[in-house]
């Protein structure tokens, strides 16, 4: 079964979008932070929700082979792509000293967090219907 | 010996173990055919139904309710019980359609098992489930097919609630 398709593509994009944004101004406001690039920063989460519910979407496709390698790979390409991004950027103007490190951040804490609680929900799941079965096997 | 049980205050459930029985049976008193009653033949109805196949030259008729799993091999389907494996000229997309409410779920391409004939699941490393069944024989649940198959489960865990 899909999970991200095509009709519920631009769902997963606007909640993507509103979790970092709002990650990012909780974030700021702990530490008392105004952010000189508010507008260019708001339509790189964009852009980096768009990029990440479409590469999540490949999972789909990559069923068969091994759950860990399939994220690595993921991870690996996202953080190509983010960093090919900020390369061309940098061609045209000029990046911030730390650019490569916090997209770095950016990517990869969401990405752990994101396997943490697909690995969790695996076992929960697996719980909870051993649960399930336990009680249909009771009434036999 | 004798227990009886109360199936939602409508139909009383008496269960009788009889001493070198030729063949179990169920019998069913009723005054007026109801709703409820009409559900629970329903549900009877589809639990004691037979499949027909051949096992080594020889046609064989199984009941549902023996069939551990369904596996398609070669582009032929084979239903394995506890000490057979019949082929059936039925295809997977077909039993999965006619038989899903009675317990029967894919868990891969070419397999789909019988829930009721599950002892456990298991995760792995690889974050794959791995089915225990009461055989202990082990199949591997695909995982584009894990949340049609708990949802089937819980289906048959809400229907057994009823």
């Known amino acids: 079964m899909k999970l991200i398709n095509k009709r519920n593509f631009v769902s997963i994009v606007c909640i993507f979008f509103t979790l970092i944004t709002c990650g990012k101004l909780l974030y700021e406001r702990a530490l008392n932070f105004t952010d000189r690039y508010y507008t260019d920063n708001i339509f790189t989460i964009l852009g980096f929700s768009v990029l990440i519910t479409l590469i999540l979407s490949l999972h789909f496709y990559l069923q068969k082979f091994p759950f860990w390698l399939v994220i690595i790979a993921q991870y690996a390409l996202t953080v190509g792509i983010v960093f090919l991004a900020i390369f061309i950027h940098g061609r045209f103007s000029t990046n911030a000293p730390t650019a490569y490190w916090d997209m770095f951040v950016s990517i990869t804490i969401p990405f752990f967090i994101g396997a943490l609680v697909y690995y969790i929900c695996f076992f929960v799941q697996i719980k909870r219907a051993n649960k399930v079965l336990e009680k249909l096997n009771g009434e036999e | ?162």
């Open chain 2, 1 to 162: 010996m004798h227990y009886v049980y109360f199936i939602r205050i409508y139909i009383k459930l008496i269960k009788t173990k009889e001493e070198n029985l030729e063949e179990n049976y169920l019998e069913l008193h009723y005054d007026k055919m109801d709703e409820e009653t009409n559900a629970v033949l329903d549900r009877l109805r589809d639990t004691l139904r037979y499949i027909e196949g051949t096992y080594e030259d020889k046609k064989v008729t199984i009941a549902l309710t023996d069939i551990f799993y369904i596996e398609t091999v070669d582009r032929k389907t084979f239903a394995y019980t506890k000490d057979m494996s019949v082929e059936i000229k039925e295809a997977l997309k077909d039993i999965l359609e006619e038989y899903s409410k009675i317990g029967f779920a894919r868990i891969s391409k070419s397999v789909i098992v019988n829930i009721y004939k599950i002892k456990k699941l298991q995760g792995d490393i690889n974050m794959r489930v791995i089915i225990f069944l009461k055989n202990d024989e082990k199949l591997i649940m695909n995982r584009s097919y894990k949340n049609d198959f708990y949802k089937r489960l819980n289906d048959l865990k809400g229907r057994s609630a009823k």
